[in-house]
């Protein structure tokens, strides 16, 4: 009897006092469809519904805070809720160690009717929709963790409103400080660019804002920032300089890479022979890539020793691989000059073994002037016929009248002109002299019929025969006379004066008594 009368004063010691409202241990004995069952060391398990524990992995959990809500219910039963000691302990935690404008973290529970419900410490907050930014309720916000800050907290009525905006802003400042404290000179950092101008493309660092300016973005030169960067696009930059002050930050994209313009001259030496990319059609001349970043010019007169160029794009296009030489390099403007002639030897420098004087060649007037005509030979090389050189009986003004344009001619080449690189040519030399034969045909002083071409205010220009004219000077004609004279008339004159070096016959129709009727 004595044994008994222990053992059950050791039960009865071995159970707690508990009484309702209170707080207690517990230990997760068992996890069964009616719920989890938890030991608090009284007489009898409490069995806690499974809806308590929405959001919480049981499975993990071995010992939890407890609210006693029943010593005993009506089958004997005591009457447990971890929801409720959530919500308690939750509530003595924010009154006590939080205050209205503090931060907390919590989980978005539901939506309801103005806003949202979150789980802070186990209770719930409001959380306005004006002042919770989500725009897509289902994936951006119900389930998921953020940080809110407490509006205000209502102590007497347990109730708090919370604000996901303003939290948000604090965050950025607080973000924006975090990088200017971590900003360094030559640090490279991420960004995403955000806005393109004409002078630089605008980086997002997470909080400031960077500029990207287009002469940092490649060492090669470019038109525009598009060039190189779109609007979105995440980057490696290398900070250059930065001014916390005027909020400024300097970026660079090509100074992640080495400098490629480093000993170039090196690399490249002038007269060495190299492969490269056409990039651009100029109407000055060719832009060719040799590398990534280094590209050289083809100037248009550096193309064709003979050719003369007109467009480009009838030689070049796009993309093309071609050979150049290196003629010259200047660092500091970041300039090469690349030359595709300088391939072939210079043709005038055995001009004598191209063009013999004496020869016929056959050409093309290209342009005019007061005093000559340009004509490109077939060979490529660049004539000259002076205006003296194109008939041995016309006075010769307006070249153009005799030599059309784009019309191929034969020449005969008189000289050469290495100084200029002209070739000097010829076109009456073709034929033989006729002045000779003019002189024996018209002596001085003998009667000739000749035609009135054109009636200047000085004189009559006349025609003797095909090729050969003449000039009545005004005084060489009667006053009544040459006031009736008209084109196409036939006159007979005397001639005065024939000059065959300047081309010049003089006439006159004043004709002696005794030669009048003559021939």
Known sequence: MQNDFNLENAYFESIKELKESDIVKGKILKVSKAGVIVDVGYKAEGIIPKE???????????????????????????????????????????MTEYKEGDIVEGIITKKVKGGYMVDVFGIEGFLPQSLSTFKN?????IGNKFNFQIIKMTKPKESFILSRRDVIRIEKELQKKKIWEELEVGKIVRGKVKAITNFGAFIDLGGIDGLLHIGDMSWKKISHPSEVVAVGDELDLIVLSFNREQNKVSLGLKQIIADPWKDIDKKYPIGSMQKGRVTNLQNYGVFVELEKGIEGLIHISEISWTKKIVNLSDMFAVGDTIEVKVIGIDIGKRRISLSLRQLEKDPWENIEEIVVVDSIVKG??????????????????????????????KRVSIAKEILKKDQVYDFKVLGIDKQNRKVILGLKQLKEDPWPKILEKYPIGSIVEVEVIKITNFGVFVKLEEELEGLIFSSEIDKEALSNIKPKDKLKAKILKIDPKTAKVGLSTKIDEENRGTT
Do not use: C, Q
């Open 52 to 94: 308590e524990f929405i959001g919480i992995d049981i499975s993990n959990l071995k010992e939890i805070d407890v609210y006693v809500e029943n010593i005993e219910d009506e089958e004997g039963k005591i009457v447990l809720s971890f929801k409720k000691a959530r919500e308690l302990e939750g509530w003595k935690k924010l």
């Open 137 to 141: 309720i289902d994936t951006e916000a």
């Open 364 to 393: 093309i007037p290209m342009s005019y002037t007061r005093n000559f005509v340009n004509i490109k030979l077939e060979n490529g090389l660049d004539g000259i016929i002076y205006n003296e050189d194109i008939s041995w009986t």
